[in-house]
């Protein structure tokens, strides 16, 4: 099976700009998840979807959204970047919404904010 | 919500020797502790996990121990080895909270030949 894809894996962005990342799962899993690293705040979740559902989301502002489509594929958006959302954010896919279970993870997108 | 704090955040260890990375968690909900091993440059990966019905779990060199009543858990990589070297981190998860992983803030293990 293909692995967790994410495409673009590198970009550059002004302040005040928007932008979208997209998640390709491992063929079969329906929930996925979206994570932000950082050097200084490691791992931090900042939603979950399921069925096209948003399931669970983390401390995030309003200006982080995403959405699920049918074939368990994701996006997430950041509108109005700032300086402080460079990081790279990482994707990953298990097949249930059931507690525990191992998530797989993409190799993430590498957003750089100028 | 839950909280999960990793200690420490780095650790240099000669190789042969035995590493032990520590962590406490808040959500006493929590029931689902798995530790992923990121090395330079790659995706996290799972490498063991551990449920709150077990105290331990073992897989050859590297093992997990669970402490419920005190709310920290463990992991310990015996016979270290240069490619043990990476970023580990410790997360928790309670039921019904899905994908919903909260994760410490890593450790950088460093295996000196």
């Known amino acids: 099976k293909a692995g967790v894809t994410q495409t673009p894996r590198y970009l550059i962005k002004t302040r005040g700009q928007q932008v979208t990342l997209s998640c390709s799962p491992i063929s079969g899993h329906r929930s996925v998840s979206w994570y932000q690293q950082t050097p200084g705040q490691g791992l931090q979740f900042l939603f979950e979807?399921?069925?096209?559902?948003?399931?669970n989301k983390g401390n995030f502002p309003g200006r982080f959204s995403g959405r699920q489509f049918s074939n368990s594929r994701s996006e997430m958006n950041v509108s109005t970047l700032e300086l402080g959302d460079s990081a790279l954010y990482l994707c990953?896919?298990?097949?249930?919404?059931?507690?525990?279970?191992?998530?797989?993870f993409g190799e993430g997108s590498r957003l750089t904010v100028l | 919500g839950e909280n999960v704090e990793q200690h420490p955040s780095t650790l240099s260890v000669q190789e042969g020797d035995s590493a032990v990375i520590k962590c406490t968690y808040s959500d006493s909900a929590s029931n689902y502790f798995p530790w992923y091993k990121q090395e330079l440059g790659k995706r996290p990966q799972l490498i063991i996990d551990i449920r709150s019905n077990v105290g331990e779990k073992k897989d050859q060199r590297i093992a997990v121990t669970l402490n419920k009543t005190a709310k920290h858990f463990s992991l310990h990589i015996t016979e270290t080895q240069p490619e043990d070297s990476a970023v580990y981190f410790c997360a928790a998860l309670a039921d019904n909270q899905g994908g919903k992983l909260i994760f410490g803030q890593g450790t950088e293990l460093s295996v000196k030949p």
């Open positions: 990953a896919s298990k097949e249930t919404t059931s507690s525990g279970g191992e998530l797989f």
């Open positions: 979807y399921f069925s096209e559902t948003q399931r």
